[in-house]
């Protein structure tokens, strides 16, 4: 795969015992003095989602219709995570802790999940993901190099339940709280 004057591969892991898997972007570039921005999503072309859950940076479950979501938006969500249901079950995505930001003294939600159609000026039919933002939180935060020939892992948990999005959420808490 490629994204600007990055290439490599896609890879995925799956663990043992646990219903997660994480899809990575394994990406190089030979460039000198480049940067790069995480921004990953998953276009629903062509079948839609019914329903997209979120727990608001507070805590607060927010669940809306796919039909109400006509206009892209940038969520602040707590776990960074969102989840889509579909007719035959639901998934949900999350980046991995630990490795989505760079280091701060402190935390804000800088809104880095996004949902809707037509995001980023893309002709996407739906789409959700999870997203860097330029100016980050509005500090001078110079962004960090990437050495040339080095990989570096733009990953992205997703998980699969038979169940709506609001329980596959829930299982997303559940099971990050269990790596603590």
Same mark, same amino acid.
């Given at each position: 795969?490629?994204?600007?004057?990055?290439?490599?591969?896609?890879?995925?892991?799956s663990y043992a015992d646990n219903p997660f898997v994480l899809q990575a972007a394994v990406l190089a570039t030979q460039r000198?003095?480049?940067?790069?921005?995480?921004?990953?999503?998953? =276009?629903? @072309? !062509?079948?839609? $989602?019914?329903q997209m859950a979120w727990n608001e940076s507070a805590g607060t479950l927010k669940s809306e219709a796919v039909n109400e979501l006509s206009k892209p938006r940038n969520l602040a969500v707590h776990g960074r995570a969102?989840?889509?249901?579909?007719?035959?079950? =639901?998934? @949900? !995505?999350?980046? $991995?802790?630990h490795?989505?930001?760079?280091?701060l003294d402190f935390s804000d939600n800088l809104k880095?999940?996004?949902?809707?159609?037509?995001?980023?000026g893309h002709e996407l039919p739906f789409g959700f993901g999870i997203r860097h933002d330029a100016g980050g939180d509005n500090r001078y935060v110079p962004w960090f190099n990437v050495p040339?020939?080095?990989s570096q892992e733009l990953g992205r948990f997703l998980l699969l339940c038979a169940n709506t999005p609001e329980n596959a959420?829930?299982?997303?808490?559940?099971?990050t709280r269990q790596d603590r």
């Open positions: 795969m490629s994204a600007g004057p990055f290439a490599g591969a896609l890879r995925w892991t000198k003095r480049t940067a790069f921005l995480y921004d990953m999503g998953l =276009s629903c @072309a !062509v079948t839609q $989602p019914q969102i989840s889509a249901g579909f007719e035959v079950g =639901s998934l @949900a !995505v999350f980046p $991995p802790p490795r989505y930001f760079y280091p880095t999940t996004w949902v809707g159609r037509r995001y980023n040339p020939g080095t959420l829930q299982a997303t808490a559940r099971l």
